[in-house]
């Protein structure tokens, strides 16, 4: 069966700081991966998704960037940390076909100070 | 941007009772879908319900899609109080870029 996993649960972290989340699926190929942020009481903005290996899409500007280096791995990162950086991380994946849904991870509660 | 959006943002009612959320959504759509989301979890998938379909069950769980008014609705008939949760809708035009609305908060009073 299918899991993906997403580390660490929670994190704080200093303005300036360095970022790094992990997320890494199991039990399929080449899936289609992504990773979500969601303010408190919000709904959910899409950030990034990856088709494939070293395939990275950018929704939003930012101050984040992701990576794929495998297929089943996809990480989040920043170099300097903003305040505004602040909120419930989440990756996801699905599989290449339009009628399945989301898997998502358990999240990374992230808050800069 | 936002393409879904929930109503109401949040539903109160008592155990046993039926509980109707809606969704309204602006473009062109290949699939909708119903997520839940507990409190500082990840989201669960419900249920996916396909642009040329008008409704679908599983479980306690209803929904019903009109293309044509651009809206969705779920229904949890004989609500617990384990549904008590946030859900989301979110639209899709392929396999990638799902769109989520802002969600209706579910409370189940015992």
Redesign the interface.
Known sequence: SQTIH?WPATLVQPVGSPLSLECTVEGTSNP?L?W?RQAA????Q?LF?S?GIGQI?S?VPQNLSASRPQDRQFILSSKKLLLSDSG?Y?C?W??????????????T?LTVV | SQQGEEDPQALSIQEGENATMNCSYKTSINNLQWYRQNSGRGLVHLILIRSNEREKHSGRLRVTLDTSKKSSSLLITASRAADTASYFCATGLGAQKLVFGQGTRLTINP
């Open positions: 997403q289609n992504y979500y009481g919000r709904g959910l899409l998704y088709v899409s929704e419930f989440l996801a699905n599989g290449q076909s339009a009628n399945y849904g989301y898997t998502f991870g358990s999240g509660r």
